[in-house]
């Protein structure tokens, strides 16, 4: 929320100079953002009057003018401005003048000319770019003479709230006034009276709401017979702009004026253009709309809109539609002011891509009771700077449906335990007078009731922060907090999510947290099997797919990174994915994983060589800390996998029990370019619960005895993989085999071209006495033949 500070102080003036009232803004929970002048520092520029413009002799883009500035004769200033004409009132920084930059103005010869000070624009006076190439225009009312710091209000402060969610009553100058008037005591003053309207007769335009619970009030009235060259005064375009919205027409001036001051939204139809009655209701299926912006949308039926018999011709609460819209030539007004439930407007201006002053406010809620003033207001601002004739307002309202105001108790001895200390009654309730709530004392504290515009306001301890705030969070004493810490011991049998991530960090990797919600297209490149849930009102278009995997968030940080020229990346990340199950209340089942990716160098490359870049086995060595970690190497097996987002020859799967609980390998090239990656990216994902179990450690004694090891060369066909022959050798029921190595694969001379040789350790021991010859000879028979059954292994 963007305001004037001269403006604000209309309402309430503090003692507080401008440091001061936005530090007291920020502790009271309306944090402010940015406090910046209007205008750069300059003096001694006044309103000038051009009396006559000349070539200058010698300069063809150069003028000669003779300037009116309310002294005894007019000032010879040498101007190159494209837009000085004589009669026209313009900014004049005399001699001796200091503009912004400490540029002096001095009396100066132009080509032989003498020239006594300067004709400015806006940007040479410290404003904002006004879009005109060359001097600022002032209205021909502007008094000669007069100093154009105070004439166009610029001794003034542009404040930038930022507000949460909740404090949408802050959606205005009246709002932030409230709360300033309350926090320092300054009187709260509403700077005009509501006027009494002098009606011309009943409204023309008839009004039906077909549904009573999304717009449960609206107002309009006629306006006709004023005038349609009237401009929008200086003194309101100030105020606009320095609220953050562009001048357009005295219409929508005013309507965004009352929008600022009082937070209600409005709307302006041009009453002519207008088909038979006003509807409110919802959009039909197929229905069209062509907004105010140009933009022609296809509307849902779920989308509330203002219609008439030819059909939709505004968003309700959120945008008008172009066919209906006021233009200059207009005469007469239909002006809408209406009341919508926040659960009508919320992610409908996302759903279209659109975002509105309109639909910012209606979606966190606006007070149901506002209308009625707003529209008054309104009118009469219109009236005294166009005039016209005002028809009878038509009111159409659901009282059943209007949000009703919210008493709760407040216990007295919950406030002091609560914030630490007894505050006393007269000024606990003065506090809610100034917030515009009721209290009713009762006997262990207060019935308070909250006002229409305070949607946030549901339980006691909502009213207990509302007087911490405004008694001020640095007037609260430090209170110790006493309470009893129980930490949660750690089972033995379980892995501790931080040692893993820990592990990751010691192996050269960086922990990334990303969206849960990813594009709908990248979800579908990389698990195109998987269903997930669509957001019905997400963010924006680009994260609306609840995401079923940890690759899309891995991808795009290692696309940002590659991007900012990073060639080594390794990140990881541990949350949830989601998959849609319709069975489950939230619509999805959540499971916790842990991935990561790697891309580029091993390590960092040295002055002696360049280092290797990371392949399939480098990530399978983490994955395997990883396992080995949770002592689960022996039982989860890895198996070559056809993985749609991964490379069909460089993916495996993590088998355990039967069961897949992760997948790993390097991202299928023809999806490097989708996800915005270069180079072999290499990736994997665990399913957490698949290392959180760990093995507890038993004792148990070392063999005296000696251990004999007897190494085996198998060849095997090329396809076979080498796990499943250390499984057939680990297979043979035996109580002296205690391990299986390999030690070497053989492909070449000696072996044909669709084979290999894998070469095994098999080390055997017995606990309890030496072996004999004859028992390793029988061990080794029995490896033999379960290899050549299962695999049809045979030796070399």
Same mark, same amino acid.
């Given at each position: 929320m963007k305001l004037s500070e001269n403006w604000l102080r209309e309402w309430t003036n503090p003692e507080w100079n401008t440091n001061e009232l936005a530090e007291a803004l920020s502790l009271a929970g309306l944090e402010v953002d940015v406090v910046e002048p209007v205008?750069?520092?300059?003096?001694?520029?006044?309103?000038?009057?051009?009396?006559?413009?000349?070539?200058?002799?010698?300069?063809?883009?150069?003028?000669?003018?003779?300037?009116?500035?309310?002294?005894?004769?007019?000032?010879?200033?040498?101007?190159?401005?494209?837009?000085?004409?004589?009669?026209?009132?313009?900014?004049?920084a005399k001699v001796g003048a200091v503009l912004p930059g400490d540029f002096k103005i001095k009396k100066a010869k132009l080509r032989g000319v003498p020239s006594n000070g300067m004709l400015c624009g806006a940007t040479e006076i410290g404003l904002e770019d006004?879009?005109?190439?060359?001097?600022?225009?002032?209205?021909?009312?502007?008094?000669?003479?007069?100093?154009?710091?105070?004439?166009?209000d610029l001794n003034d402060h542009m404040i930038d709230v930022d507000l949460t969610p909740n404090r949408a009553d802050c959606l205005s100058v009246e709002g932030i006034a409230r709360d300033v008037a309350a926090i320092s005591g300054a009187d709260f003053n509403v700077p005009f009276s509501a006027a009494e309207l002098n009606f011309s007769g009943a409204c023309s335009q008839k009004v039906t709401v077909e549904n009573g619970q999304a717009c449960p009030k609206y107002l309009g009235c006629v306006v006709t017979g004023f005038d349609a060259q009237a401009q929008t005064p200086l003194w309101m375009k100030q105020k606009l702009q320095r609220g953050g919205i562009r001048s357009l027409s005295l219409v929508?001036?005013?309507?965004?004026?009352?929008?600022?001051?009082?937070?209600?939204?409005?709307?302006?139809?041009?009453?002519?253009?207008?088909?038979?009655?006003?509807?409110?209701?919802?959009?039909?299926?197929?229905?069209?709309?062509?907004?105010?912006?140009?933009?022609?949308?296809?509307?849902?039926?779920?989308?509330?809109?203002?219609?008439?018999?030819?059909?939709?011709?505004a968003l309700a609460g959120i945008m008008g539609g172009l066919s209906t819209s006021v233009t200059d030539e207009t005469q007469s007004i239909f002006f809408e002011c209406a009341h919508f439930s926040p659960l009508a407007i919320v992610g409908k201006a996302r759903q279209y891509g659109l975002h509105t002053d309109s639909s910012h406010r209606f979606e966190r809620?606006?007070?149901?009771?506002?209308?009625?003033?707003?529209?008054?207001?309104?009118?009469?601002?219109?009236?005294? =700077?166009?005039?016209?004739?005002?028809? /009878? &307002?038509?009111? +159409?309202?659901?009282?059943? $449906? *209007?949000?009703?105001?919210?008493?709760?108790?407040?216990?007295?001895?919950?406030?002091?335990?609560?914030?630490?200390?007894?505050?006393?009654?007269?000024?606990?309730?003065?506090?809610?007078?100034?917030?515009?709530?009721?209290?009713?004392?009762?006997?262990?504290?207060?019935?308070?009731?909250?006002?229409?515009?305070?949607?946030?306001?549901? =339980?006691?301890?909502?009213?207990?922060? /509302? &007087?911490?705030? +405004?008694?001020?969070?640095? $007037? *609260?004493?430090?209170?110790?907090?006493?309470?009893?810490m129980t930490l949660n011991e750690l089972p033995e049998s379980e892995q501790e999510l931080h040692a893993l991530k820990t592990a990751l960090v010691q192996r050269g990797y960086n922990e990334v947290i990303t969206y849960s919600f990813v594009e709908e297209g990248k979800q579908q490149l990389l698990a195109p099997d998987l269903p997930y849930v669509l957001l019905k009102n997400p963010i924006s278009d680009d994260m609306k797919a609840m995401r079923t995997t940890l690759f899309p968030g891995l991808l795009q940080t290692v696309a940002y990174n590659q991007n900012r020229q990073q060639s080594r990346v390794r990140v990881f990340e541990s949350g949830l994915v989601f998959y849609k199950n319709e069975a489950d209340?939230?619509?999805?089942?959540?499971?916790?994983?842990?991935?990561?990716?790697?891309?580029?160098?091993?390590?960092?490359?040295?002055?002696?060589e360049v280092a290797r870049k990371a392949d399939f086995f480098d990530l399978k060595g983490d994955v395997e800390t990883l396992l080995r970690m949770s002592h689960q190497l022996g039982t989860i097996r890895f198996e070559a996998c056809q993985h749609p987002a991964l490379h069909p020859g460089q993916s495996a799967a993590l088998m355990k029990d039967g069961k897949e609980v992760g997948v790993m390998g390097k991202l299928h090239p023809q999806l490097a370019k989708p996800m915005g990656v270069s180079g072999d990216v290499f990736l994997f994902q665990i399913r957490q619960d698949?290392?959180?179990?760990?093995?507890?450690?038993?004792?148990?004694?070392?063999?005296?005895?000696?251990?004999?090891?007897r190494d085996l060369a198998f060849v095997v066909d090329d396809k076979v993989p080498v796990q499943a022959l250390v499984d057939a050798v680990v297979a043979v029921d035996s109580d002296i085999l205690q391990k299986v190595e390999i030690f070497d694969i053989y492909r070449g001379q000696g072996i044909e071209e669709s084979q290999k040789s894998v070469a095994l350790t098999l080390k055997v021991q017995h606990a309890e006495r030496t072996l004999q010859d004859e028992e390793v000879d029988a061990l080794v028979e029995s490896v033999l033949a379960s290899a050549k059954q299962a695999v049809n292994a045979v030796l070399r």
């Amino acid at each position: 929320m963007k305001l004037s500070e001269n403006w604000l102080r209309e309402w309430t003036n503090p003692e507080w100079n401008t440091n001061e009232l936005a530090e007291a803004l920020s502790l009271a929970g309306l944090e402010v953002d940015v406090v910046e002048p209007v205008a750069g520092a300059f003096t001694h520029v006044v309103v000038g009057h051009v009396i006559s413009v000349e070539k200058h002799p010698d300069a063809d883009k150069l003028n000669v003018t003779q300037v009116d500035v309310g002294e005894e004769k007019p000032l010879q200033i040498v101007c190159g401005a494209k837009n000085v004409v004589a009669g026209m009132k313009a900014c004049c920084a005399k001699v001796g003048a200091v503009l912004p930059g400490d540029f002096k103005i001095k009396k100066a010869k132009l080509r032989g000319v003498p020239s006594n000070g300067m004709l400015c624009g806006a940007t040479e006076i410290g404003l904002e770019d006004d879009g005109v190439d060359g001097l600022l225009v002032l209205p021909n009312d502007a008094p000669v003479g007069m100093d154009v710091r105070d004439y166009l209000d610029l001794n003034d402060h542009m404040i930038d709230v930022d507000l949460t969610p909740n404090r949408a009553d802050c959606l205005s100058v009246e709002g932030i006034a409230r709360d300033v008037a309350a926090i320092s005591g300054a009187d709260f003053n509403v700077p005009f009276s509501a006027a009494e309207l002098n009606f011309s007769g009943a409204c023309s335009q008839k009004v039906t709401v077909e549904n009573g619970q999304a717009c449960p009030k609206y107002l309009g009235c006629v306006v006709t017979g004023f005038d349609a060259q009237a401009q929008t005064p200086l003194w309101m375009k100030q105020k606009l702009q320095r609220g953050g919205i562009r001048s357009l027409s005295l219409v929508v001036d005013i309507t965004n004026y009352v929008l600022l001051e009082l937070g209600q939204p409005m709307h302006a139809f041009d009453l002519d253009k207008l088909q038979g009655e006003i509807q409110v209701r919802l959009a039909k299926a197929g229905e069209k709309l062509v907004t105010l912006d140009d933009k022609e949308l296809n509307l849902n039926d779920d989308t509330l809109v203002i219609a008439d018999d030819s059909g939709a011709i505004a968003l309700a609460g959120i945008m008008g539609g172009l066919s209906t819209s006021v233009t200059d030539e207009t005469q007469s007004i239909f002006f809408e002011c209406a009341h919508f439930s926040p659960l009508a407007i919320v992610g409908k201006a996302r759903q279209y891509g659109l975002h509105t002053d309109s639909s910012h406010r209606f979606e966190r809620g606006v007070d149901p009771m506002l209308p009625e003033r707003a529209l008054n207001r309104a009118l009469q601002l219109f009236t005294e =700077i166009a005039g016209g004739e005002v028809s /009878e &307002i038509v009111s +159409v309202v659901d009282d059943a $449906n *209007l949000a009703k105001p919210v008493t709760i108790e407040l216990r007295r001895e919950t406030i002091g335990k609560r914030l630490g200390l007894q505050i006393e009654d007269s000024k606990v309730e003065a506090i809610f007078a100034g917030l515009g709530f009721e209290c009713v004392a009762t006997d262990s504290g207060w019935q308070v009731t909250a006002p229409t515009f305070r949607f946030d306001m549901a =339980i006691e301890m909502d009213l207990i922060e /509302e &007087i911490g705030r +405004v008694y001020g969070y640095n $007037n *609260l004493p430090e209170t110790p907090v006493m309470a009893p810490m129980t930490l949660n011991e750690l089972p033995e049998s379980e892995q501790e999510l931080h040692a893993l991530k820990t592990a990751l960090v010691q192996r050269g990797y960086n922990e990334v947290i990303t969206y849960s919600f990813v594009e709908e297209g990248k979800q579908q490149l990389l698990a195109p099997d998987l269903p997930y849930v669509l957001l019905k009102n997400p963010i924006s278009d680009d994260m609306k797919a609840m995401r079923t995997t940890l690759f899309p968030g891995l991808l795009q940080t290692v696309a940002y990174n590659q991007n900012r020229q990073q060639s080594r990346v390794r990140v990881f990340e541990s949350g949830l994915v989601f998959y849609k199950n319709e069975a489950d209340p939230t619509g999805a089942t959540q499971v916790p994983m842990i991935g990561g990716a790697i891309v580029g160098g091993v390590a960092d490359s040295g002055w002696d060589e360049v280092a290797r870049k990371a392949d399939f086995f480098d990530l399978k060595g983490d994955v395997e800390t990883l396992l080995r970690m949770s002592h689960q190497l022996g039982t989860i097996r890895f198996e070559a996998c056809q993985h749609p987002a991964l490379h069909p020859g460089q993916s495996a799967a993590l088998m355990k029990d039967g069961k897949e609980v992760g997948v790993m390998g390097k991202l299928h090239p023809q999806l490097a370019k989708p996800m915005g990656v270069s180079g072999d990216v290499f990736l994997f994902q665990i399913r957490q619960d698949a290392l959180m179990t760990m093995q507890v450690p038993a004792a148990q004694a070392i063999s005296k005895f000696p251990e004999v090891q007897r190494d085996l060369a198998f060849v095997v066909d090329d396809k076979v993989p080498v796990q499943a022959l250390v499984d057939a050798v680990v297979a043979v029921d035996s109580d002296i085999l205690q391990k299986v190595e390999i030690f070497d694969i053989y492909r070449g001379q000696g072996i044909e071209e669709s084979q290999k040789s894998v070469a095994l350790t098999l080390k055997v021991q017995h606990a309890e006495r030496t072996l004999q010859d004859e028992e390793v000879d029988a061990l080794v028979e029995s490896v033999l033949a379960s290899a050549k059954q299962a695999v049809n292994a045979v030796l070399r």
